[in-house]
């Protein structure tokens, strides 16, 4: 490395550090934050600019910088969500990034990744379709008529990110059918609540249904890493402190080995090269990029501890893919917001504190085989658990309101870029169901929307099953 590039790499490091600190760690930087964030707010409510108002207090309310913020965040955006406008206007424009205008140009292309039919429909009987990653769901309803495909099927959502105070969820409160959210952080739960009374939590998230027939113990590996981290190149996800552990413990004569894997996410492979070398202990981490799951198995089953160390995210899949290959994994305490995760437990791993990772992973290093977290993983949240837990919060609604329950959803599996059946032959049974749905796009599509098995009784109900004469048809 040069020295202007360990200049720069020496100052994004600091930037960032002085940045969360003041944004998690300091109670006058974050109370500084969220004010700054509600006059910003305030601001564009005075320029008559209401929804990036709504938008902009929303993110105040998902960074949780004081009790007084989520309060005054929360009351402004429930307050204008209670205009359908609002809305409307932001399904209007969702999805409008370079990232996603191949959705916009070809809506078929979430069919079969990103929205997966798990139910087909029939006499008196809805099916499901599920939709993951949060950006999904406000695109869906920009490009499809969501209303027409709600009379057929209940909509499951698979948020990506932690903080459900966010336009892509809450821009459904104002339809009068049900949506129900998988949603296992208590905040999150809470923010569903009080939305609206169309959001039905289920106890799942994504990363509940990885396919534990691919991400498995591999017997005989030897265990050459002390360390894995499957992480995109991301800043949030603090390759950095990580680092600066292993140039502490280094400097105690502890030199432990370390394989991390990614994707570029805001920074790049040679960033994280950089600051591997700018700590002084790039020659103890191997550095993978575009690693094919079967490859990303054999890292974990040479590891001896899986390890997150972010701060805030969403529901990482790489703890249980981990979990799944039978190394236990450590994670920040105070992770997301500050929710003691059940899947962490004295099977499966164990939170810990900054300032003692160093120890932790001493410890790790030496008692990994103490753990048994496979074992627990397929006993509690599987994907064949996360269908049934699926399957309980549906089937009540629908049969509170009259309708037949003949049969469950198929299990579906998540990976990175799509989501997948179990049973490869489940995508030809639900053929029909997609063409329905590729024809249920906006105006602009080139043929009507065909007759596709309808209930007997087309009933729009709340998440308590009630009628939609009691249920607000916009937000709130």
Request: hydrophobic fraction near 35%; aromatic fraction near 8%.
């Given at each position: 490395m040069t020295f202007a590039q360990r200049v720069l790499t020496a100052i994004a490091i600091r930037k960032r550090s002085l940045r969360e600190y003041a944004g998690f760690d300091s109670s006058i930087g974050r109370l500084v934050f969220g004010a700054a964030g509600m006059a910003l707010a305030a601001a564009y409510q005075l320029l008559g600019s209401r929804l990036k108002a709504v938008e902009v207090a929303a993110a105040v309310h998902r960074a949780a910088y004081t009790s007084l913020t989520d309060r005054l965040s929360w009351r402004l955006v429930s307050r204008d969500l209670q205009t359908a406008t609002i809305s409307a206007r932001y399904i209007a424009t969702?999805?409008?990034?370079?990232?996603?205008?191949?959705?916009?140009?070809?809506?078929?292309r979430l069919l079969g990744t990103r929205i997966l039919v798990l139910k087909s429909p029939s006499t008196n009987e809805r099916g499901i379709v599920v939709l993951d990653y949060s950006f999904v769901f406000s695109l869906f309803a920009r490009l499809f008529d969501v209303e027409a495909i709600?009379?057929?099927?209940?909509l499951v959502f698979e948020p990506s990110w932690s903080g459900y105070c966010d336009l892509d969820i809450l821009s459904y409160s104002q339809f009068a059918f049900p949506v129900f959210v998988q949603s296992v952080e208590p905040r999150d739960t809470e923010v569903l609540g009080r939305a609206g009374n169309n959001f039905v939590p289920v106890p799942t998230a994504a990363n509940w249904w990885i396919d534990h027939r691919?991400?498995?113990?591999?017997?005989?590996?030897p265990k050459n890493l002390d360390i894995v981290m499957i992480a995109s190149w991301a800043a949030f996800k603090r390759h950095h402190r990580v680092f600066k552990t292993l140039q502490t413990l280094r400097r105690r004569g502890h030199v432990l080995t370390m394989a991390v894997a990614g994707y570029p996410s805001g920074l790049s492979k040679d960033d994280i090269l950089r600051q591997a070398d700018y700590f002084g202990i790039a020659d103890q981490i191997e550095v993978h990029e575009w690693l094919s799951p079967s490859d990303v198995n054999v890292l974990y089953n040479r590891a001896k501890v899986n390890l997150l160390w972010s701060r805030r995210e969403g529901f990482n899949?790489?703890?249980?893919?981990?979990?799944?290959?039978?190394?236990?994994?450590?994670?920040?305490?105070?992770f997301n917001y500050g929710f003691c995760l059940p899947y962490l437990n004295a099977l499966t791993g164990r939170f810990c504190a900054e300032q003692d990772l160093p120890a932790t992973l001493l410890e790790f290093r030496d008692s990994h085989h103490r753990y048994h977290p496979r074992d627990w993983v397929l006993s509690h949240m599987s994907c064949q658990s996360a269908t049934e837990a699926l399957t309980t919060a549906i089937r009540p609604v629908a049969l509170g309101l009259g309708e037949t329950w003949s049969r469950d959803?198929?299990?579906?599996?998540?990976?990175?870029?799509?989501?997948?059946?179990?049973?490869?032959?489940?995508?030809?049974?639900?053929?029909?169901?997609?063409?329905?749905?590729?024809?249920?796009?906006?105006?602009?599509?080139?043929?009507?929307?065909?007759?596709?098995?309808?209930?007997?009784?087309?009933?729009?109900?709340?998440?308590s099953g009630r009628r939609p004469d009691t249920v607000p048809s916009t937000h709130s």
């Open positions: 969702s999805g409008s990034a370079p990232s996603t205008q191949r959705f916009i140009d070809e809506p078929e709600a009379q057929r099927y209940y691919l991400i498995r113990p591999i017997p005989d590996t899949r790489g703890v249980i893919e981990g979990m799944l290959a039978n190394v236990p994994c450590i994670m920040r305490t105070g959803p198929v299990v579906k599996v998540g990976a990175l870029n799509r989501m997948a059946y179990w049973d490869e032959q489940d995508g030809k049974r639900f053929a029909a169901d997609y063409e329905f749905l590729k024809s249920a796009r906006r105006p602009g599509a080139d043929r009507p929307i065909p007759q596709a098995p309808l209930p007997q009784r087309v009933v729009q109900p709340g998440a």
